[in-house]
């Protein structure tokens, strides 16, 4: 079993504006935003519940490559997420897109084992299996870098 621990500082300043900070257990310490603004430099829980997923999602997948000697050269992922009303009426994430594209080796450039792995990583992927939103992978294959 494992256990994480986050700390959230809220509080008023003096000037009558906010400050509102995440600190992580390991040392790293995060100014967020509430505005939903999307204001630079400042983290805001619905993109960070995405790149969670799609971090989840990288780690599973690099990991069931290994398992079956896959070599992974790159992997780059473009994630979006959907805020929006659910069917309960409540505003929730209700769709998380991930745009995998992934380099493999040489001898394992085949689309049907990079699908495979994208599903054996879904369902290996402990934030996905945590949340209701429907999680769709659109995977695709870079072309092999030649040194």
């Known amino acids: 079993m494992a256990k994480y621990v ?7 300043l003096p000037d009558g504006s906010e400050s509102y900070t995440w600190l992580f257990d390991n040392g ?7 505005s939903g603004a999307m204001v630079p430099g400042l983290m805001e829980p619905e993109s960070a519940f995405v790149a969670a997923l799609a971090s989840c999602h990288m780690l599973s997948f690099m990991a069931m490559a290994a398992k079956q000697g896959v070599h992974v050269q790159r992997y780059h992922d473009m994630a979006t997420g959907v805020l929006e009303k659910n069917r309960n009426g409540k505003i929730a994430v209700t769709r998380v897109l991930l745009q995998p594209q992934v380099e493999l080796d040489e001898a394992h450039s085949d689309p049907s084992l990079l699908q495979e792995l994208h599903d054996q990583a879904h369902a290996k992927c402990f934030i996905a299996n945590s949340i209701t939103a429907q999680v769709m992978i659109e995977p695709s294959l870079l072309p092999v870098s030649v040194n």
């Open 6 to 12: 986050f700390k959230i500082r809220w509080e008023k």
């Open 28 to 34: 790293v310490t995060l100014k967020a935003d509430r």
